[in-house]
C-alpha cells in the first residue's frame, strides 16, 4: 500500500502518545493535529479511487468524505486488535468513498446490465477460441459494429471501476484482505493465496492492459496521461482500463466465489 507519507508523519509511537492524550482530554485541537497528519490518507485513497469520479462524485468530495471518516477513526480506532492505525483508517476510509459514490447511483441500470453482458460474451468467446477475442470477433459474437462495441465499453468503464473497488472492499470487511498486517496464520495463508491469484491474473493480460493497469493504480497517471503514452485517444485509454479490470474482477471472482 503507497502511502504518500513525508518525513514529519507520526510514528506509531508517537500516534498512540496523541491518541491517548485526546482520549484522556477531548481537546479538538489535539484531534485535529492528528487528522491534519493523517490528511494524506484521504488524499491517496481519493487518488487511487478518482476513476469512480468521472463528473459523478468529484475528488473533492471524496477527500472530504475521507477527512471525516478519518475523524470517526479517531474516536473508533482499537489499539487492542494489533492492526495499525494507518491500514485501519485507509481500509475505512476507500470503504466510505466507494460508499459516496455508489449511494449516488450513478449508474444507470442499462449501464450494468451492458457491463455483463460484455464480460459474460468475452468470457465465453474466449473459452471457444482458447485465447483474448480481438474487439472484432466480440462485437460480431455479440451481434454488434465494433463501433457500438466500443461505445458500450466506453460507458461502463467506471461502472468496472466502481466494481473492482467494491469487490476488494468486501474482501477486506470479509477478513480476507490483500494486505498481511495483523491477520491471523489462517488469513495470511488465504491472503497469500488471493495475492497469487491477483498476480496470476495481472499476468495473463494483453501487455498494453498489464501496462496501463500498472500506469493506473500504481503510478496514479490519468488517462489522458496514460493516452500519450499509448499513443491513443483518452476513451481507448479508457476502455483498455475498463476491459482489464473486468478481466481482474471475473478473476477474482472466481476464486473467491466458484
Same mark, same amino acid.
Not at 468521472?54 to 468524505?65: I, K, P, T
Not at 477527512?67 to 486488535?81: A, P, Y
Not at 500506469?215 to 483518452?234: G, K
Given at each position: #500500500? ?5 518525513? /514529519? ?19 479538538? $485541537? ?5 487528522? #491534519? ?28 468524505? *475521507? ?37 449516488? /447511483? ?64 468486501? #474482501? ?33 493480460? *494483453? ?16 488517462? $489522458? /496521461?496514460? $493516452? ?22 471475473? $478473476? ?7
Amino acid at each position: #500500500m503507497n502511502f504518500h507519507k513525508t518525513k /514529519d508523519t507520526y510514528t506509531e509511537e508517537q500516534f498512540l502518545a496523541k491518541l491517548r492524550e485526546y482520549r484522556k482530554t477531548g481537546s479538538n $485541537a489535539l484531534r485535529n493535529d492528528i487528522v #491534519m497528519n493523517f490528511a494524506y490518507i484521504p488524499q491517496t485513497a481519493a487518488v487511487q479511487l478518482r476513476g469512480l469520479a468521472s463528473g459523478y462524485a468529484q475528488v473533492d468530495d471524496m477527500v472530504n468524505q *475521507g477527512i471525516i471518516t478519518l475523524m470517526d477513526c479517531i474516536d473508533h480506532f482499537d489499539e487492542e486488535k494489533g492492526i495499525s492505525f494507518e491500514y485501519y483508517a485507509f481500509m475505512r476510509v476507500r470503504g466510505a468513498i466507494i460508499d459516496l459514490v455508489r449511494k449516488q /447511483d450513478w449508474v444507470p441500470r442499462r449501464v450494468r446490465e451492458q457491463d455483463k453482458k460484455i464480460n459474460q460474451a468475452r468470457n465465453e468467446l474466449s473459452n471457444i477460441l482458447m485465447r483474448e477475442p480481438s474487439a472484432n470477433e466480440l462485437a460480431d459474437y455479440m451481434g454488434v459494429s465494433a463501433e457500438k462495441l466500443s461505445s458500450m465499453e466506453a460507458e461502463v468503464n467506471s461502472s468496472a471501476v466502481l466494481s473492482f473497488e467494491e469487490l476488494i472492499q468486501n #474482501m477486506s470487511q470479509m477478513g480476507t484482505s490483500l494486505e498481511a498486517e495483523g491477520l491471523s496464520p489462517e488469513k495470511q495463508i488465504l491472503s497469500d493465496e488471493l495475492k497469487t491469484t491477483l498476480a496470476k491474473a495481472i499476468d495473463e493480460l *494483453g501487455e498494453r492492459e498489464r501496462l496501463v493497469i500498472s500506469l493506473y493504480y500504481y503510478e496514479n497517471l490519468t488517462f $489522458a /496521461d496514460i $493516452a500519450e503514452v499509448l499513443e491513443v485517444s483518452v476513451q481507448r485509454a479508457s476502455q483498455i482500463n475498463a476491459r482489464a479490470v473486468g478481466k481482474l474482477k471475473s $478473476a477474482m471472482e472466481k476464486y473467491l466465489y466458484g
